[in-house]
């Protein structure tokens, strides 16, 4: 769904209808009125094209079963494309369709030749389940569609491997599982006719660079098989999606982007919390979250969570079937456990009708719950991303979504998600007391007159491609021809690997010299996930992945599980296992860090006079020191408890911006307020860069620092948290003029004195958010945009 810049209307305004009456209803249930915007996207006719003449008639009578008729243009459009053999991706917005779109050759293709195979890559367990389940009801004869993923059982695969024509998986299962058993499927891989990318653009940073390799050791096998597959990509609508889908695949790739399905309208709402009275302690209770430090307590608003959750509770008592999106796993566990309180204490028994829904879940919960919300046994679900993706929630008539996603794209991916069969339907935007939140709900014209962002991935990151190769190498000898597959870079990692003697260079090519396979995390989260195991009864609860099981998981931690509290009594990360109680203490836990940083490299630099803008490789060494311990009704800080955990390094990219002393005495920034200035201003630079790169504030770091011994001067540096770098430094250097420009009005226009979690307050600040000085933040930003060129 892509919004109207035309069809702006002030808060308030809109036609009549039952999502602008349902909102009246939300925004008269509080004291004052939360919504700063409401935008009208307004409903759009579909236009319909005639099926292909390739399509062959069974097809085209199994669709006309499900009850479509006829494609619409951009299906039809993208479906011949592949269908004559080019590499496309579709990119429109939710609920449009593109299924069809790569379902269509696909599977024509399969009826045509009884030999044929194709590859289905889905982000997630849960899309590949919902399109296992579309391509099954089509009931075609020797299709065989199965999922091979981690949930598989083994008795399956042997039979998925033999007999299946369309096989539906995911990145990690493809790098882990069926790349690496390249023999025992290369009947298979020889016979590959297409290989479909489903939501590519959730492939992106680290991540996406992994993947964009694990897609070329795919090319090379089914090369060394005799195939050549056609690759169909399909993307929520994004910015340059064929530059961004020749990047993953390494091939040249057309782009259909007009949508012509048909769209219901979608009432638009941006929700700020309310401000808290200073008095608020025991009357307004705060959920446990990581919210910063308040010290000014008339600044605090209201927990996005907590507002989220009496929305989500107000739509289903008026049997309105509502998602919820929420950031974190944790945080869609209180949404949904605040919720289902709340319904319970109205009429008991109501807040089973809510639950929660995240990764981590074993495979049987999650099934359950999509079963339940798809038969409309739930009419309220908080849920991660894990859901944003395209399985298809009929009926939902509204969305709301707790805290802005980090990118355009995906709030309208989320917001996609309602009025899915046509009708109207509600979207709502609820603040978070975060700078960037804070600045678009009052910057609407970033939400709806700004493009979608460009999907940002670097394949040539040397700790992403080295490791891929080594992958390959395991999985053939390399060639110099493969070096030209895998890009920029490629010999000077083979090389690099020839030195350390994991390869040996032969004159048919590079091998692999160790027995095991390369242990390689396409998600570049830090090490294998951590088991969470109850200690009394030996239950696993679920997992967390390695890079934040020392946030979440340390000793002490609390712990949330399907609404349930369990307190962490040892962390073992040898081993992978973290063992719980249960226990509902009242109080949360927040995870503390000290971080140290030095300049490896300078790659790019802008030289402004007394300020200088620099691109490099930095080196970062980060250790969870402490756990603060908090009320969760007040949000008061208990105590600090001291932790032994290791000191993890990372060297990546980082953006940086230094000062002369002389400029900021000029500017009136006293020199002991110098730290305060520079740390704030970090705080509110990484939290508005997601407007300018695909990324999340915490895909990032920051340092700021008086003086730093290598660049000599007052330094502010942000930097990405992924060995290597994700793409995000240097998309912040590149348009460094409005990311500042942008961090500088969203302090400013804060209506705070001193500084808020709206404006310079950091949610995992490891120093407390102290000293922070908003006033000095913003003189510190007028003398980089005053000399910084533009």
Not at 451 to 469: K, M
Not at 642 to 671: I, K, M
Not at 726 to 755: H, K, M, N, P, V
Not at 756 to 781: F, H, T
């Amino acid at each position: 769904m892509k919004p109207s810049p035309a069809a702006s209307a002030p808060a308030g305004h809109g036609p009549a209808s039952a999502p602008v009456d349902l909102l009246r209803r939300l925004r008269a249930r509080g004291a004052g009125d939360p919504v700063t915007h409401v935008e009208r996207v307004p409903a759009r006719a579909g236009v319909p094209a005639p099926w292909p003449p390739w399509a062959p008639t069974e097809l085209r009578a199994a669709f006309a079963r499900r009850g479509v008729v006829a494609p619409w243009r951009h299906q039809a459009e993208a479906a011949t494309l592949a269908y004559e053999g080019g590499h496309v991706v579709v990119a429109t917005g939710t609920a449009s369709g593109k299924s069809l779109a790569y379902q269509l050759p696909a599977l024509a293709t399969l009826l045509a030749d009884p030999r044929a195979t194709v590859l289905y890559l889905a982000p997630t367990k849960a899309l590949a389940a919902d399109q296992l389940r579309a391509v099954a009801e089509l009931e075609l004869e020797g299709v065989r569609p199965a999922c091979y993923d981690g949930d598989t059982p083994r008795a399956e695969r042997e039979w998925i491997r033999r007999h299946s024509r369309f096989v539906l998986t995911n990145p990690d299962m493809l790098h882990h599982g069926i790349l690496p058993g390249h023999a025992q499927w290369s009947g298979f891989l020889r016979r590959l006719a297409y290989v479909v990318i489903d939501e590519c653009h959730t492939y992106r940073g680290v991540f996406g660079s992994h993947v964009a390799h694990v897609l070329r050791r795919l090319r090379r096998q089914c090369a060394r098989f005799g195939a050549t597959p056609v690759f169909v990509l399909a993307s929520a609508t994004s910015g340059d999606p064929a530059t961004a889908a020749g990047r993953l695949t390494g091939l040249p790739v057309t782009a259909v982007t007009e949508d012509a399905s048909p769209r219901g309208g979608v009432t638009f709402a941006l929700w700020e919390p309310p401000l808290l009275p200073p008095d608020s302690g025991s009357s307004s209770p705060v959920p446990p979250q990581a919210t910063g430090d308040h010290d000014d307590l008339h600044q605090v608003r209201r927990s996005a969570l907590r507002e989220t959750a009496d929305l989500l509770a107000d739509t289903v008592s008026e049997g309105v079937r509502t998602l919820a999106f929420v950031r974190s796993r944790k945080g869609a566990e209180v949404v949904a456990a605040n919720a289902r309180r709340a319904l319970d204490d109205a009429v008991p028994g109501l807040g089973d009708r809510v639950a929660a829904y995240r990764g981590g879940y074993l495979r049987e919960e999650r099934r359950e719950l999509e079963r339940a919300l798809l038969h409309g046994d739930l009419l309220g679900l908080a849920s991660t991303n894990a859901l944003e993706l395209g399985v298809d929630l009929v009926g939902l008539d509204a969305v709301l979504i707790c805290g802005y996603p980090g990118t355009r794209a995906s709030l309208w991916q989320q917001a996609g998600r309602a009025g899915r069969s046509g009708q109207e339907a509600l979207a709502v935007l609820v603040a978070r007391d975060d700078p960037l939140d804070t600045y678009l709900v009052h910057h609407p014209e970033a939400i709806f007159g700004a493009p979608v962002e460009a999907t940002v991935l670097d394949p040539a990151n040397p700790y992403v491609l080295t490791p891929q190769l080594a992958c390959a190498a395991a999985e053939a000898p390399l060639t110099p021809a493969d070096l030209a597959l895998f890009g920029d870079g490629a010999k000077e990692a083979v090389d690099e690997l020839v030195a350390a003697g994991a390869l040996r260079q032969r004159p048919t090519g590079w091998y692999w010299r160790h027995r095991e396979r390369p242990d390689v995390d396409l998600r570049g989260e830090g090490g294998a996930p951590v088991c969470v195991v109850e200690s009394s009864t030996g239950r696993l609860l679920g997992t967390v992945d390695g890079g934040s099981s020392h946030f979440l998981l340390h000793p002490g931690a609390v712990y949330l599980h399907q609404g349930v509290s369990y307190v962490v009594d040892e962390l073992d990360l040898a081993d992978g296992c973290a063992l719980v109680h249960a226990e509902e203490p009242d109080w949360s836990t927040h995870a503390r860090d000290v971080t140290d940083l030095s300049v490896v490299s300078v790659r790019s630099y802008v030289d402004a006079g007394p300020v200088g803008m620099f691109l490099g490789e930095v080196d970062v060494t980060s250790q969870v020191v402490s756990y603060q311990r908090r009320r969760i009704a007040t949000g008061e800080v208990i105590d600090t408890r001291p932790l032994d955990l290791p000191t993890r390094e990372l060297r990546t990219v980082a953006v940086w911006f230094t000062l002369s002393p002389q400029s900021l005495t000029s500017a009136g920034v006293q020199t002991s307020d110098v730290p305060g200035a520079l740390h704030a201003a970090e705080h509110a630079a990484i939290g508005l860069l997601p407007l300018m790169a695909t990324c999340d504030r915490w895909d990032i770091g920051g340092l700021s620092t008086a003086l730093h011994p290598d660049t000599e001067a007052p330094t502010v540096f942000v930097y990405d948290g992924h060995p290597g770098g994700a793409g995000f430094a240097e998309r912040a250097y590149g348009t460094a003029s409005a990311w500042l420009r942008a961090t500088r009005d969203a302090i400013a226009e804060c209506g705070c004195e001193t500084g808020c979690p709206s404006c310079v307050q950091s949610p995992k600040c490891g120093n407390g958010n102290n000293p922070l000085s908003k006033p000095d933040a913003i003189r510190v930003l007028d003398v980089v945009l005053a000399n910084l060129p533009t």
